[in-house]
């Protein structure tokens, strides 16, 4: 009798279990907490396609994504498709020398040589040669950098050329940078000839207003690579300044003496909060990881 009672409840016990283990409704892996997905990581610009075009290349260095080289579409080239292809020269980790050379023969060779200050953020003086078909299309800039003393932005630079193979300086361009924050909300570009004195005579000046508006508060894809790149680029054409900002322009406004052009720009982003399409001019942007 004893023995069937301790019989039956072993089975009960048993039974119990049994029907705790088929009752168990959640799944194990549901309890298990995301793996904590960490820093992501960093990204670099390497190539930007327009209409399924290539536009813009950035080869870089694996692992450090040091900038080695740029290439982009050359827009002075006429009735050919050609592109720029920029070397970039380092000392001690500082850029101290650009040189571009177009496919197109006809285009000037630019060649910037850098100064930096001691902090290498900011330059302290730099020069280009723009080498032409001809002595009468070639140049030789000097430019001299002004930074707010506050800030440490950069405000102005004044580039003094001599232009046409005349060995004096005779011609200048004034850039005159205004903010929003830390974006490039205008730059003003002014260009006229040197008074005897060699200053600038801004009665002989034509202005050019390039309006970078509406910043959409994301990441640039172009502030993965050195901003003094993207000045030197601005010095070729000044179109290019918006990309030292840290963000998206939304709209590019730029009115000179007899027209104005307005071009407005949406975007989609990747989960960093890096572009990687802009819709209106169907620019398509390409990144890699370090």
């Given at each position: 009798m004893v023995k069937n009672y301790f019989l039956k409840?072993?089975?009960?016990?048993?039974?119990?279990?049994?029907?705790?283990?088929?009752?168990?409704?959640?799944?194990?892996?549901?309890?298990?907490?995301?793996?904590?997905?960490?820093?992501?990581?960093?990204?670099?610009?390497?190539?930007?396609?327009?209409?399924?075009?290539?536009s813009e290349e950035y080869v870089t260095t694996a692992g450090t994504g040091t900038l080695q080289q740029g290439i982009f579409r050359d827009e002075s080239a006429t009735g050919v498709t050609a592109y720029y292809t920029g070397n970039v020269t380092y000392t001690q980790k500082n850029i101290t020398k650009i040189k571009f050379v177009s496919s197109a023969t006809a285009s000037l060779a630019y060649e910037f040589n850098i100064v930096p200050d001691g902090t290498g953020k900011k330059i302290y003086?730099?020069?280009?040669?723009?080498?032409?078909?001809?002595?009468?299309?070639?140049?030789?800039?000097?430019?001299?950098?002004?930074?707010?003393?506050?800030?440490?932005?950069?405000?102005?630079?004044?580039?003094?050329?001599?232009?046409?193979?005349?060995?004096?300086?005779?011609?200048?361009?004034?850039?005159?940078?205004?903010?929003?924050?830390?974006?490039?909300?205008?730059?003003?570009?002014?260009?006229?000839?040197?008074?005897?004195?060699?200053?600038?005579?801004?009665?002989?000046?034509?202005?050019?207003?390039?309006?970078?508006?509406?910043?959409?508060g994301r990441k640039s894809p172009f502030s993965t690579l050195p901003s003094l790149y993207f000045l030197?680029?601005?010095?070729?054409?000044?179109?290019?300044?918006?990309?030292?900002?840290?963000?998206?322009?939304?709209?590019?406004?730029?009115?000179?003496?007899?027209?104005?052009?307005?071009?407005s720009q949406s975007y989609s982003y990747d989960n960093q909060g890096y572009p990687t399409l802009e819709k209106n001019q169907n620019v398509t942007y390409f990144y890699k990881n370090l």
């Open positions: 409840m072993f089975a009960g016990i048993a039974f119990l279990g049994l029907l705790a283990a088929c009752n168990t409704t959640s799944d194990p892996t549901e309890s298990i907490p995301d793996p904590d997905p960490g820093i992501p990581p960093q990204r670099i610009l390497t190539k930007v396609n327009i209409n399924n075009v290539s003086n730099a020069s280009c040669t723009a080498t032409g078909a001809t002595a009468a299309v070639s140049h030789i800039s000097d430019y001299a950098f002004t930074y707010d003393a506050t800030t440490d932005k950069l405000t102005k630079i004044l580039e003094k050329r001599k232009a046409g193979g005349i060995s004096a300086y005779n011609q200048f361009i004034e850039y005159v940078f205004t903010y929003t924050g830390n974006e490039i909300f205008q730059v003003t570009c002014s260009k006229g000839i040197l008074d005897n004195n060699g200053a600038p005579d801004m009665t002989t000046a034509k202005v050019t207003k390039y309006n970078f508006q509406n910043y959409d030197t680029q601005g010095l070729m054409n000044p179109a290019n300044f918006y990309k030292m900002s840290p963000s998206n322009p939304t709209s590019i406004y730029i009115q000179t003496p007899t027209s104005a052009t307005n071009t």
